[in-house]
């Protein structure tokens, strides 16, 4: 599976759009880039996830870059719930093995 | 709310002792994952079941295993525990075998001491 690359930690005004990027330069073509989160020591939550075009759902906005070495996990509103670490993951689809969450990106909304 | 339950929510047990932590999955999914997360490692995956079979294995260690019954709800049993086994245990569910989107249960804190 392709290595990511995420800032270890970011803040965002509440109200405002919060912007997390995710590096994977070395991403294949048959694999999907995933994004999750996890709000303290609760369970992670799936977000969204794709493999070329931009994705959208009622959380968030994925954004992909053409050459797809990089990403961005746009949420449009951000809240104080949404304070949390957000995961960037790279994988094919159907590959179950060796799954790694990785280390993410501490985001903190303030008021 | 997840649909995912896992139980118990904390387990306060001592060294060299055996525990089963039990999962039910959202229902109509048929993949259980299991995870281990720990202050120092993270996240770590432990191991897949789909539908009854153990279908992908991750950083397990071999005083752990795990099953998954018919009914689709399953269960991780640790043995001969070490303080370092101390950590939050997640389970997660996905209706196919791919890795896709998986919805997490809230997690069991073990503790050994």
């Known amino acids: 599976d392709a290595k990511t690359t995420q800032p270890t930690s970011m803040d965002c005004a509440e109200g405002r759009a919060a912007n997390l990027p995710c590096n994977h330069s070395?991403?294949?073509?048959?694999?999907?880039v995933y994004w999750y989160r996890q709000i303290h020591s609760q369970g992670p939550q799936y977000i969204i996830h794709?493999?070329?075009n931009n994705e959208t759902n009622e959380m968030a906005s994925l954004i992909i870059t053409e050459d797809r070495k990089s990403s961005t996990l746009i949420l449009p509103h951000a809240t104080l719930r949404d304070t949390a670490v957000y995961y960037c993951?790279?994988?094919?689809?159907?590959?179950?093995?060796?799954?790694?969450f990785g280390a993410g990106t501490r985001l903190t909304v303030k008021p | 709310d997840s649909g995912v339950t896992q139980t118990p929510k904390h387990l306060i047990t001592a060294t060299g002792q055996r525990v089963t932590l039990r999962c039910s999955p959202r229902?109509?999914?048929?993949?259980v994952y299991w995870y281990q997360q720990s202050l120092d490692q993270g996240l770590q995956f432990l191991i897949q079941?789909?539908?009854?079979?153990?279908?992908a294995k991750g950083n397990i260690l071999e005083r752990f295993s795990a099953q998954q019954f018919p009914d689709l709800h399953s269960e991780l049993n640790l043995s001969s525990l070490e303080l370092g086994d101390s950590a939050l245990y997640f389970c997660?569910?996905?209706?196919?075998?791919?890795?896709?989107?998986?919805?997490f249960g809230p997690g069991t804190r073990l503790t050994v001491t």
């Open positions: 997660a569910s996905s209706a196919g075998t791919g890795w896709g989107e998986q919805y």
């Open positions: 070395t991403i294949s073509g048959n694999e999907y």
């Open positions: 794709g493999l070329k």
């Open positions: 993951i790279v994988r094919v689809w159907g590959n179950n093995n060796d799954m790694r």
């Open positions: 229902s109509g999914d048929l993949s």
């Open positions: 079941y789909y539908n009854g079979e153990e279908r």
